[in-house]
Every structure is written in structure tokens, then in C-alpha cells.
């Protein structure tokens, strides 16, 4: 399994971005696609997930309203759109899948088994 995380950048605040998560080795129709992001000094946090083909979606708080996840299952990639984009956003942002979980365990970075490599993300004020 192979995620690639891209779509990256500098931004200044209030400013959105969309950030790509391209998989391969595998069929993910049964997979939950997730994002996590880690700050400088911080831990690894949630952000955002869904199930490959779609259905219930999770956020963390400060990103609900402003980011949406989705997929295109055609192209193997789930997106990361991101808007109205704060200072505090600033961090690299990681995709990762896991072949299940549930509730809280979406939620977590233990419950997910493939990483990609991550993107850098950074707010201006």
C-alpha cells in the first residue's frame, strides 16, 4: 500500500488549499481514508475521515465548517478540502488508511496501518 499526500503550501489566513491523497497497491473500497496533521512540538491529531466509499465523515472540532473530505474512487485519491484556513492549521498534513475501524478508533492515529509521506501546510496571518 502506497499513500502520497500532496497539495501543500503557504497560504495566508483566511485562504483555502486542497490537499490529494493518491493510493495504490491495493483496493481500498473497504478501507477508511483518514487525515491527521502534527504542528512542530505537537502530537500527531486528527483531522478528518471517511470510508472509501463514502458515507458517515468525522472532523475534529475546529475543522468542522471549514474542511470537507471526499473521494474520487476512480482515481484512487481522497481530497482534504480546506478553507477559511487559520495560523493554528499550520502543520504537516498526513493521509492514512486502515482496512477498519470504528467510532473513536477512526479517530485515532493507532487505528490506522498505512501512512503517507505528509505535506506541509503553513498560515500566514
Known amino acids: 500500500v502506497q499513500l502520497q499526500a500532496s497539495g501543500g503550501g503557504l497560504v495566508q489566513a483566511g485562504g483555502s488549499l486542497r490537499l490529494t491523497c493518491a493510493a495504490s497497491?491495493?483496493?481500498?473500497?473497504?478501507?477508511?481514508m483518514g487525515w491527521f496533521r502534527q504542528a512542530p512540538g505537537k502530537e500527531r491529531e486528527f483531522v478528518a475521515s471517511m470510508p472509501w466509499r463514502g458515507g458517515a465523515t468525522y472532523y475534529t472540532d475546529s475543522a468542522k465548517g471549514r474542511f470537507t473530505v471526499s473521494s474520487v474512487n476512480a482515481k484512487n485519491t481522497v481530497y482534504l478540502q480546506m478553507n477559511s484556513l487559520k495560523p493554528e492549521d499550520t502543520a504537516v498534513y498526513y493521509c492514512?488508511?486502515?482496512?477498519?475501524?470504528?467510532?473513536?478508533?477512526?479517530?485515532?492515529?493507532?487505528?490506522?496501518?498505512?501512512w503517507g509521506q505528509g505535506t506541509q501546510v503553513t498560515v500566514s496571518s
Open positions: 497497491g491495493r483496493t481500498f473500497s473497504t478501507y477508511v
Open positions: 492514512a488508511a486502515t482496512p477498519g475501524c470504528s467510532g473513536y478508533g477512526c479517530r485515532t492515529a493507532r487505528g490506522y496501518d498505512y
